[in-house]
C-alpha cells in the first residue's frame, strides 16, 4: 500500500485548498481514512476521518465547519477540502489509511495516529496572512 498526497502549497488567509491523497493497492475501499496534521515543534494531531463508505464523518474542533472529508472508492483517493484558512492551519499534512484496526470514525482510537497502519509522505500547507 502506498498514499500519496497532494495538492498543498502557500495560501492566502481566508482562502481554500484542496488536499487529495491517492491510495494504491487493493485495500482502499475496505480502510478508513484520516487526516492528521504536523506543525513544526509540534506533535502530529487529528485533523479529520472518514469511514469506509463515507457514510460517516468526524472533525477535530478546530477545523470543524471549515474543513471537510470526502472519498472516491473508485478513484481509490481521499480529499479534504480546507475553507476559511488561518495562520494556525499551517502545517505538513498527512493521510492515513486503517485496514486491519477495528475502530469506529468518531471514537478515540481514530483520532490517534498509531491506530492507522499506512501514510503518505505529507504535504505542506502554508498560510500567509
Known amino acids: 500500500v502506498q498514499l500519496q498526497a497532494s495538492g498543498g502549497g502557500l495560501v492566502q488567509v481566508g482562502n481554500s485548498m484542496k488536499l487529495s491523497c491517492a491510495a494504491s493497492g487493493w485495500a482502499f475501499s475496505n480502510s478508513r481514512m484520516g487526516w492528521f496534521r504536523q506543525a513544526p515543534g509540534k506533535e502530529r494531531e487529528f485533523v479529520a476521518a472518514?469511514?469506509?463508505?463515507?457514510?460517516?464523518?468526524d472533525y477535530a474542533t478546530f477545523v470543524r465547519g471549515r474543513f471537510a472529508i470526502s472519498r472516491d472508492n473508485a478513484k481509490n483517493t481521499v480529499y479534504l477540502e480546507m475553507n476559511n484558512l488561518r495562520p494556525e492551519d499551517t502545517a505538513v499534512y498527512y493521510c492515513g489509511q486503517a485496514y486491519y484496526q477495528r475502530w469506529n470514525v468518531g471514537s478515540a482510537r481514530a483520532m490517534d495516529f498509531t491506530e492507522y497502519d499506512y501514510w503518505g509522505q505529507g504535504t505542506l500547507v502554508t498560510v500567509s496572512s
Open positions: 472518514i469511514s469506509r463508505l463515507g457514510t460517516i464523518t
